[in-house]
């Protein structure tokens, strides 16, 4: 059986012969399908990338039918249960799990790069009082590429691994001041004594105690959550770091722009969602009939649906289990009971059993989040932390791969066909 494909063009009735490989075929194959020899050649149409595999990436693995999800082969139940986040950021930046003396350089190097210019902290100062956190987040990573001319250095591995350190140290401790600047409390400043998790709960939460002590359980269900967040393959925020970064521009600068659309709403938005929708819904009772509003296509059932998930979401289901170890702490969510209940009907209602939709890493997260005493502002925030090691493992891998260029699509033309300008006086 040969891995090819034999393509007809009615047009011409001429046969064409496109390798197969992976199950897939190259694009720009297509081209030498032509009615003229001066036809640009046979294009696919693909909006929204639902069927077009833009690299080869040998990080996360998610099998959506199965409800897979691994990180360089490893389950993200096993990480979850064995790792710690900086762990796996280590994995999913470097292919391997590191030996212990790797893993104490690693995670030193991430401590000791918390700290930002203090101008960096004056930039902060300036943000209106109610600003949103994801927005200051997104700007001062941006902001970032100006403090380290060096980030320029795309081709050299050195300068590339010291943004890493900083990128994956600095985005909690842009988060923690953001928040500091909106509660209008002083900025709270690292403690390198303290876990990856511990120290941004201390720059969240650190009053006038001389040393801040995180609770343990709440400091644990962080880092898993920062785990589940960490890479999620082509989604809408990495394809965005993987095109900006095509450009060879400085990794803050493409961190930023990935950091902006995880942002919105259908994506890194939608745990924040989630909770003003629950507590629009307001009691059990109300149920029936904001699902009938979902039915009738007004309202979406927000943490619900997966571009590539038709399964329970994996990482639903551990956060699920993450949430009853911080309500143990913080008592129950109020809001927990009606997402149960929605879940509960969602999944034995038609409609969403026909479309496959299922509950996402969003549906919970936000629930732990809120029992944590984070601002709903701030859950965007939390998921971009996790993400940042992904966006870092995955613009890395794309720099280094000889098969990308400069991201950019083709398009179908359709407007006007070419005419001539028409003075304003003229015009009718
Ligand atoms: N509530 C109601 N209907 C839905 C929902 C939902 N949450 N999600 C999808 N559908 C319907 C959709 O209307 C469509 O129905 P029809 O075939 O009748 O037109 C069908 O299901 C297929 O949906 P789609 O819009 O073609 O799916 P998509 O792959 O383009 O969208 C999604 C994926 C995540 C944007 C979408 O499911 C959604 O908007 N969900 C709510 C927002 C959300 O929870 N986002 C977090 C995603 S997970 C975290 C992350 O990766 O950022």
Do not use: D
């Given at each position: 059986m040969a891995d090819t494909l034999s393509i007809t063009d009615n047009r011409t009735g001429k046969v064409y012969e496109v390798p197969i490989k992976d199950d897939t075929i190259r694009a720009t194959d297509l081209?030498?399908?032509?009615v003229t020899d001066d036809d640009f050649g046979l294009m696919t149409y693909d909006p929204a990338f639902m069927n077009t595999a833009a690299c080869r990436s040998a990080i996360t693995f998610i099998d959506g039918d199965k409800g897979i999800l691994e990180y360089r082969g490893y389950p993200i139940e096993q990480l979850a249960e064995h790792s710690t986040y900086l762990e796996t950021a280590y994995l999913l930046l470097y292919g391997e799990l590191p030996t212990q003396s790797e893993l104490d350089t690693w995670t030193f190097h991430i401590t000791?790069?918390?700290?930002?210019?203090?101008n960096i902290k004056n930039l902060m100062d300036g943000f209106r009082y109610n600003a949103h956190p994801m927005g200051m987040l997104i700007s001062t990573v941006a902001a970032l590429s100006t403090f380290y001319p060096d980030a320029k250095e795309i081709g050299n591995p050195e300068a590339r691994r010291k943004q890493i350190y900083r990128l994956i140290a600095k985005v909690i401790t842009i988060a923690g001041f953001g928040y500091r600047h909106i509660t209008g409390m002083p900025f709270a400043y690292p403690d390198n004594d303290l876990?990856?998790?511990g120290n941004f709960l201390n720059m969240m939460f650190k009053m006038t105690e001389v040393r801040y002590k995180p609770n343990p359980a709440l400091e644990h269900a962080l880092d898993v959550l920062f785990i589940l967040h960490a890479d999620h393959e082509q989604n809408c925020s990495t394809s965005a770091m993987r095109s900006i970064g095509s450009s060879h521009v400085d990794p803050y600068s493409a961190l930023a722009g990935a950091a902006a659309a995880l942002y919105g709403p259908l994506h890194g938005g939608a745990n924040e969602e989630v909770i003003k929708m629950l507590t629009e819904i307001g009691s059990i009772q109300n149920i029936p009939?904001?699902?009938?509003?979902v039915q009738d296509g007004e309202v979406k059932l927000m943490g619900f649906g997966h571009r590539v998930y038709k399964n329970y979401d994996p990482r639903a289901k551990i956060i699920k289990r993450v949430a009853d170890e911080?309500?143990?702490v913080t008592g129950k969510n109020p809001l927990l009971k009606i997402a149960l209940e929605l879940e509960r009907i969602?999944?034995?209602d038609d409609y969403f059993v026909k479309r496959k939709l299922y509950p996402n890493v969003d549906f919970y997260s936000g629930l732990i989040y809120q029992a944590m005493k984070f601002p709903m502002d701030m859950f965007p925030v939390l998921f971009a932390i996790g993400r940042t090691s992904g966006w870092l493992a995955q613009w890395q891998e794309m720099l280094l791969d000889t098969d990308q260029k400069i991201s950019r699509p083709r398009q179908i033309y359709s407007g006007a066909a070419r005419r001539d300008y028409v003075n304003l006086a003229e015009r009718p």
């Open positions: 081209r030498k399908i032509k000791h790069h918390t700290i930002l210019h203090e876990s990856y998790a009939a904001f699902i009938k509003r911080v309500f143990e969602a999944l034995s």
